[in-house]
């Protein structure tokens, strides 16, 4: 099977997040990541991260070296560092995947087919499962879709992580 990242280059180093991710880290989804918010948890001092999930929503919407450039310019300059997605985020979203069953139709955003709605929820569940795998809160205004998945206690929306 073709991996469908395999077109996609990886983070440069710079932005490539290593060691132990603190559990006071914020991690923020694709559109959060592009939000003010960010300065602002570092700010607090808090680790702002985005998923490689993530990273690679975002490079895969920018064409060419000049788009590559930047999306990795602006995460640089944001202060944002990409944490691989690793067996454990894997076998995470996996547990999560099995405890929830998604009824698409509910779910539906407009003109999306019932595959597209699971695909892009288990999308979701999988950004979470990322930020769940180190105990850390991740930041979404994807309420819609997130109210559905366990354990809240691990996201918040922008709003509510920043009054």
């Known amino acids: 099977m073709q991996n469908p990242l395999a077109d996609l ?3 440069p180093p710079e932005i490539v997040f290593v060691g132990e991710v603190p559990t006071q880290a914020l991690f923020f989804d694709t559109n959060s990541a592009l939000q003010p918010e960010v300065e602002r948890a570092r700010q607090q001092g808090r680790p702002a991260l985005i998923s490689a ?3 690679a929503e ?3 919407r920018k064409k060419g070296p000049k788009g590559l450039h930047s999306i990795d310019t602006n995460l640089m300059d944001r202060g944002l560092q990409v944490v691989p997605f690793d067996q454990v985020s894997a076998r995470c979203f996996f547990d999560l995947n099995r405890q929830l069953h998604f009824d698409a139709p509910p779910l539906l955003r407009q003109n ?8 892009r929820l288990r999308f979701d569940l999988a950004v979470f499962a990322a930020a769940l795998r180190h105990r850390a809160m991740l930041i979404t205004d994807n309420t819609n ?5 366990p354990y809240k206690s691990y996201w918040r929306t922008r709003v509510e992580a920043f009054p």
């Open 9 to 11: 280059p990886p983070p």
């Open 53 to 55: 999930l993530v990273y």
């Open 58 to 60: 975002l490079t895969s």
């Open 112 to 119: 999306e087919t019932p595959r597209a709605c699971r695909d």
């Open 145 to 149: 879709d997130f109210m559905h998945f």
